[in-house]
């Protein structure tokens, strides 16, 4: 009898997943499901190949019981005050622009409205969302940025009561506002089957990555600052600018069964970055990304301002990682502290690295409390990395950063403790299984190693396991450590790959 969770429940969808804690993203074999009425009367049916998976045109207030297998799970939509259609305020496919059309019908939505969005293509510019409502593009629309920049507002870094409305890196800054952006929103839904394509191909946007335009860094595809109970689901996400999802200051987040796609060759266009957020849950989302699949941050120390809250509580679980520089970053941006993140049976297949911390000198914080458990990675360059020498910024590569002699411990000091890779196999691994280099005057406490088996791409190339200066590069390498304590002798096996195969 396979175990069903229902991850979500909108009024037009429900998010659910099937056997979450005995596999990773897919299933072993497709598994299929019917849904009903209350009354017995069948809604609809289909197969799932995936753990997590939305079921899509349901009806508000309504009762229903899927069935898998031997296992009959009921569950209730929530209630709806009304469902409005962006073609009721004059949106159409054939428009070049309906930006204003789709704001109009934003803008009149009552308390608890939904807004759908029909199949077709509509081109818009960024549009601004409002609490206590829900977006849902149904299966085969396409919600596309438009090209034309002089059409996107920049956000300041600050409105007048001093929030945060635009971020670059950590900083409060200018940004170009997002296709979908969402400012002090509480209870929020954006859900369903279909698109949201933030236009990074068209336009200038890849062409100036960590300069700005008119004042402003590029805009994100979803934007959500300063939010309270955020929920996106089912949704196709791709083609961003820059990050794709950012949520900041986010409280109660949880983000189920999307992919996450942008080109591989796109600059910075990191898949979801959960920065100075609490309470996140991430769950079977598939990345395919011009950067880092997840980029969990919480500010950075500098005289313009930066955010500098905790991001903590973090849920990342039954996610695929197809592509990407990492699969889970850890800052750089991280003066705030980032504790208590969790990833759990997810697959990371073909990024540069896997869980991956990195700090520097002058940042401050810490990172604590970070476990990866029951993973899988393959043709990971290096599964695990925590640099505590990140050369970022424009002294990064001066001495007092990364120097190897201790320097007096101050509030610019970062500190890096309780991290705990359990159930891990890596195969095809190039340069090291593990790096970790930490500061002399602050070493990376309390590592913890369990059943981690490693095997070796025959074909790899030696290079520097870590961005810092003085690293030499290396090739099959098992757990390289510098300044690092370990609670016990580490459990590392390095596999045969014909043994890989029977893991």
């Not at 996107?152 to 945060?164: E, I, N, Q």
């Not at 406490?445 to 070796?456: I, L």
Request: proline content about 6%.
């Amino acid at each position: 009898m396979p175990s069903i969770v229902l991850l979500a429940a909108t009024a037009r969808t429900a998010t659910i997943a099937v056997e979450p804690t005995l596999y990773r993203y897919h299933l072993p074999q497709p598994f299929d499901w019917r849904l009903t009425f209350d009354n017995g009367k069948t809604a609809s049916g289909g197969v799932t190949e995936t753990i997590v998976f939305t079921l899509v045109d349901l009806e508000p207030s309504t009762g229903y019981a899927l069935t898998i297998g031997d296992t009959r799970f009921a569950f209730m939509t929530e209630a709806e005050s009304k469902l409005v259609s962006i073609s009721d305020f004059g949106a159409e496919p054939a428009r070049d622009d309906n930006t204003a059309f789709i704001q109009a019908a934003i803008d009149a939505l009552p308390h608890d409205a939904t807004l759908r969005i029909p199949r077709g293509t509509w081109l818009s510019g960024p549009l601004f969302l409002k609490s206590h409502m829900t977006l849902l593009l149904e299966d085969g629309a396409v919600l596309s940025a438009h090209s034309d920049r002089s059409q996107y507002p920049v956000l300041p870094a600050y409105d007048d009561t001093g929030r945060v409305l635009g971020t670059w890196e950590g900083v409060a800054e200018q940004c170009y506002a997002s296709l979908l952006t969402a400012l002090g929103c509480e209870r929020l839904t954006i859900t369903g089957a279909g698109v949201v394509d933030g236009g990074g191909d068209r336009g200038d946007w890849w062409t100036w990555a960590k300069e700005t335009r008119n004042g402003a860094r590029r805009p994100r595809t979803i934007f959500v600052s300063n939010g309270r109970d955020i929920r996106l689901t089912g949704l196709t996400v791709r083609n961003s600018p820059s990050w794709t999802i950012h949520p900041v200051l986010c409280r109660n987040v949880l983000m189920a069964g999307l992919a996450i796609e942008n080109d591989p060759d796109s600059p910075n266009t990191d898949g979801l970055n959960p920065e100075c957020c609490r309470n996140v849950t991430l769950s079977g989302i598939r990345f395919s990304v011009g950067d880092d699949c997840i980029a969990i941050k919480a500010g950075k120390r500098a005289p313009r301002g930066g955010l500098d809250q905790p991001c903590e509580n973090i849920r990342v679980q039954n996610c695929l990682m197809e592509r990407g520089h990492g699969g889970v970053v850890i800052g750089s941006e991280m003066s705030g502290s980032v504790r208590d993140v969790m990833i759990s049976r997810c697959v990371m297949q073909r990024t540069d690295r896997g869980l991956r911390i990195k700090t520097r000198r002058g940042r401050g914080g810490e990172v604590r409390a970070v476990c990866l458990e029951d993973c899988e990675m393959d043709h990971v360059a290096t599964p695990i990395v925590v640099n505590a020498f990140y050369f970022c910024d424009p002294d990064g590569c001066s001495d007092w950063v990364q120097s190897r002699a201790p320097r007096p411990v101050d509030e610019g000091t970062p500190h890096i403790a309780e991290i705990s890779v359990r159930r891990l196999t890596a195969t095809n691994t190039h340069i090291a299984a593990a790096a970790l280099y930490g500061l002399p005057e602050a070493p990376i406490r309390n590592v913890s190693v369990k059943d981690f088996a490693v095997t070796y791409a025959p074909d790899a190339v030696a290079a520097v396991p870590v961005m810092a200066c003085g690293v030499n590069p290396v090739r099959h390498a098992g757990i390289l450590a510098e300044n690092a304590e370990f609670g016990g002798v580490p459990d590392f096996t390095v596999l045969d790959p014909c043994q890989a195969e029977w893991l």
